[in-house]
C-alpha cells in the first residue's frame, strides 16, 4: 500500500504528546453527540489537570468496526507545558469515559515509538512492515481541537 499522507500528519507529528487512547461506545451515537461527549472529556481533563482549555491539544479519529456495527474513537492529547503525573491523568480519563456514557477505553501514556500517532491518523508506510488488513476502511478526517489550529496559525 502507498504511503498515505494527510496535511495534519506533517504538523501533528511535531507536537509533543502525552496520552494515546481508544474510547468505544455502549450505544450508537450520532457524529454530533459522540464529539459532544469526548469534548466533555476533555474539558474534564482541562480542569482536573489544572491546563487551561485552550492549552489543551487533541486529535480525534472516529473508525467503524470492520463489520461497521459500531464505531470507536482514537484520541491523542498533549499540552505546552506538559501535564503532570501522566499516568493518573490516564486512569482519570478512563474513569471519566464510563462517567459520561462511554463503553470500554483503553487510555495510556504516549510512547512515540509505538507509533500512536500513526494509528490515529491512518497513515502507514509500505517499508514499514504494516499489516494493515483488519483496519476499517473510513473517510472520516481527523478532527483537530480549537486550540491545535490557534497553535498552528502562530506558527508554532
Known sequence: MP????PEDYFLRRLEWQIFGTLTLREKWSADKR??????LMRRLSKASGVHWNTLFWVLKVEQTALGEYSHI???VGTRPPMAPIASFCRFVHDQWARVGGGIS???????????????????????GDDISNV?????E?????SIIAYLRRGF
Open 35 to 40: 464529539k459532544a461527549k469526548f469534548i466533555v
Open 142 to 146: 481527523p478532527t483537530l481541537s480549537k
Open 74 to 76: 482514537h484520541f491523542l
Open 106 to 128: 483503553r487510555v495510556v501514556p504516549f510512547i512515540p515509538g509505538l507509533r500512536g500517532r500513526e494509528y490515529v491518523l491512518k497513515v502507514f508506510g509500505e517499508n514499514l
Open 3 to 6: 504511503y498515505k499522507t494527510l
Open 136 to 140: 476499517a476502511k473510513d473517510s472520516n
